[in-house]
């Protein structure tokens, strides 16, 4: 019975702390990285997807009738302006050509003759020892002997031309293609066609605007928001299928008339420089243009931009240590950061690293130089880009 008072003791004891929980403890503030907000005018670039197409595209044709007698070219080569391509049988062009010089020999001693005569009429015109139809007839034949030099004279230079166009050469430098017909077939207008030759530099860059887009463009432009370049001076680079950006940068140097009624797009064109034949007709490009700037820009990290049922929004530090919550209107991804078309102005303090671990009134701590590489490394919240 002695340890009877002991266990009493012991029970109430246990008893007793069960019924008071000691306080908890208050939780302290949470450490985050912040920036202040600072508007500032901001480069911006604008992507598009394009398509190379040669500056120049010729249409290799035969412009006489005849034999084709061999392809000079190798195809799909670069050949240079003044390159033969294609040989015709010349021997029958040849022919005509001796025969129109024997012509126009001929024609050619005629009018001698008939200025010989000439020339001997008049004087005796004068002196009345002729008629006057004698010296009309005279003159007459010299005339026509005349005209029948320069009728010869152009047969000579129709049958020269002709000759010439058996030697097919290229026009431009550039790029050839294959051969549509082949050694031995006879060419006519019907199978004139012999290849194509595609000049490259410079090469074009066609690409489209939605009208959404221009319209858009054109409303920032006329309130401030958004500045062009002067007179137009848009840098033009292009971004290759593997991720590369292409070495050379153009200018914009078309813009069509009217929008495409079928899709309500706008067609640009970009002219670059190709001086290595890198880029080839027909390549899928993005098309980078920059030299707009966008006027007192605000610019947040992207990972300090979260989403919720309400749409996009950040926290924010108030002038008493606390996290808030602020909603705000989200624009066009920079680089790692993202433009804030509304909610937030010049000094907002937004939290930038550590906002998963905050509440609404929670108290914050902003990290020192040598805390933020301890602070927050919560994996932020989806987002969606715009």
């Known amino acids: 019975m002695r340890w009877l008072p002991l266990v009493l003791v012991a029970f109430a004891t246990v008893a007793g702390c069960g019924k008071h929980k000691p306080p908890a403890e208050e939780r302290g503030p949470v450490t985050v990285s912040v920036m202040t907000v600072t508007p500032r ?55 005509q050509l001796k025969a129109a010089e024997g012509a126009l020999a001929e024609q050619k ?81 019907e199978n004139s066609l012999l290849t194509y030759v595609e000049q490259v530099d410079p090469i074009w860059v066609n690409f489209t605007l939605s009208e959404n887009e221009m319209l858009a463009y054109r409303a920032q432009s006329k309130d401030g928001s958004l500045r062009l370049p002067p007179k137009d001076k848009y840098v033009v680079e292009l971004v290759l299928a593997d991720g590369s950006v292409y070495a050379h940068k153009g200018t914009i140097t078309f813009a069509n008339a009217s929008y495409d009624t079928r899709t309500g797009s ?26 707009p700037v966008r006027v007192n820009a605000v610019l947040v990290p992207q990972e300090a931009v979260l989403q919720g049922a309400k749409g996009h929004f950040v926290v924010l530090v ?30 907002d303090v937004v939290v930038t690293d550590g906002v998963a671990r905050l509440s609404p009134g929670a108290p914050v701590k902003i990290a020192t130089a040598s805390e933020k590489t301890s602070a927050g490394t919560d994996t932020p919240a989806p987002v969606e880009k715009q």
């Open 41 to 95: 005018d901001t480069p911006v670039s604008f992507e598009y997807v394009g398509q190379t197409e040669s500056s120049h595209q010729v249409e290799i044709r035969a412009r006489v009738n005849g034999f084709l007698d061999r392809r000079v070219y190798t195809e799909g080569s670069m050949v240079k302006a003044g390159d033969v391509l294609f040989q015709q049988d010349p021997k029958p062009f040849q022919a």
């Open 266 to 291: 706008f067609l640009l064109r970009a002219t670059l420089p190709n001086p290595e034949g890198e880029l080839r007709p027909g390549e899928f490009v993005r098309v980078r243009v920059s030299g």
């Open 109 to 189: 001693a005629r009018l001698q003759t008939a200025n010989d005569n000439l020339a001997q009429v008049k004087p005796l015109a004068a002196l009345n020892a002729l008629s006057q139809k004698d010296l009309d007839d005279a003159t007459g034949q010299q005339q026509a002997a005349a005209a029948a030099v320069q009728t010869a004279e152009a047969n000579v230079e129709t049958a020269r031309l002709n000759l010439s166009y058996t030697t097919i050469t290229a026009p431009v430098t550039g790029l050839s293609s294959f051969a549509r017909v082949q050694d031995g077939a006879y060419l006519s207008a």
């Open 318 to 347: 108030d002038k008493e240590g606390k996290a808030q919550i602020r909603p705000v209107q989200v624009g066009a991804w920079q680089g790692g950061d993202w433009f804030i078309n509304a909610g937030l102005s010049a000094g």
